[in-house]
Nanobody, 126 residues
Framework: QVQLVESGGGLVQTGNSLRLSCVGSGDIFSDYAIGWFRQAPGKDREFVAAITRAGTKSERANSVKGRFTISRDNAKNSAYLQMNSLKPEDSAAYYC???????????????????WGQGTQVTVSS
């Protein structure tokens, strides 16, 4: 199984941007679909974005469409979440997740993923 490490979180003001990274190791990163999720205190884990193995298809939650972009670079064993126009309601711990799968598939249900990173905190001040 691949192991995942997120980075790039921090404290920013409303309207600013952050880019989260998720680096995989221990297996063939391109064999895995990748998802990004977030969890605020007292709330359930929420789908943010997902991308297929080759990066040819992706999906985003309605709450982040037009502001967040998911991408990946398999040559660098990395996936990214570019977050623009951040809002206070985007504040949460952000997690990347992976599932070994076939081409052309991504998952929006967190229970579909088998491997999770440790998370990175994003805080947006108003």
């Amino acid at each position: 199984q691949v192991q995942l490490v997120e980075s790039g979180g921090g404290l920013v003001q409303t309207g600013n941007s952050l880019r989260l990274s998720c680096v995989g190791s221990g297996d063939i990163f391109s064999d895995y679909a990748i998802g990004w999720f977030r969890q605020a205190p007292g709330k359930d884990r929420e789908f943010v974005a997902a991308i297929t193995r080759a990066g040819t298809k992706s999906e985003r939650a309605n709450s982040v469409k037009g502001r967040f972009t998911i991408s990946r670079d398999n040559a660098k064993n990395s996936a990214y979440l570019q977050m623009n126009s951040l809002k206070p309601e985007d504040s949460a711990a952000y997690y990347c997740a992976a599932r070994q799968t076939v081409t052309g598939v991504y998952y929006i249900n967190p229970t579909s993923y088998t491997t999770w990173g440790q998370g990175t905190q994003v805080t947006v001040s108003s």
